[in-house]
């Protein structure tokens, strides 16, 4: 079955960098476009960028010029480059595949001072 494992979360200061790593099973990873949400606390789950088979990328208004998706097939990872974080960006992260409704256990990430 499919299954996701989110990696890379942690606490860091305002204007600071982390990388989230998603390894991937139980699909054919290539041809799969994949997604990372994020959910604060009190609020709804959020799409925060997407990354199709061919690498076309889109992100949401809040994070675009600061996050950066990215795959890398022979690995059946997908990774997410955050830098200049902001408090804000506090929230558990998760990435999912657009075609299954299946979920990863998330990685949290606190920004704080």
């Known amino acids: 079955q499919v299954q996701l494992v989110e990696s890379g979360g942690g606490l860091v200061q305002p204007g600071g960098s982390l990388r989230l790593s998603c390894a991937a099973s139980?699909?054919?990873?290539?041809?799969?476009?994949m997604e990372w949400y994020r959910q604060a606390p009190g609020k709804e789950r959020e799409l925060v960028a997407r990354?199709?088979?061919?690498?076309?990328?889109n992100y949401a208004d809040s994070v675009k010029g600061r996050f950066t998706i990215s795959r890398d097939n022979a690995k059946e990872t997908v990774y997410l480059q955050m830098n200049s974080l902001k408090p804000e960006d506090t929230a558990v992260y998760y990435c999912?595949?657009?075609?299954?409704?299946?979920w990863g256990q998330g990685t949290q990430v606190t920004v704080s001072s």
């Open positions: 990354i199709t088979s061919k690498s076309n990328t």
């Open positions: 139980g699909m054919i990873f290539r041809i799969n476009v």
């Open positions: 999912k595949s657009a075609a299954y409704n299946v």
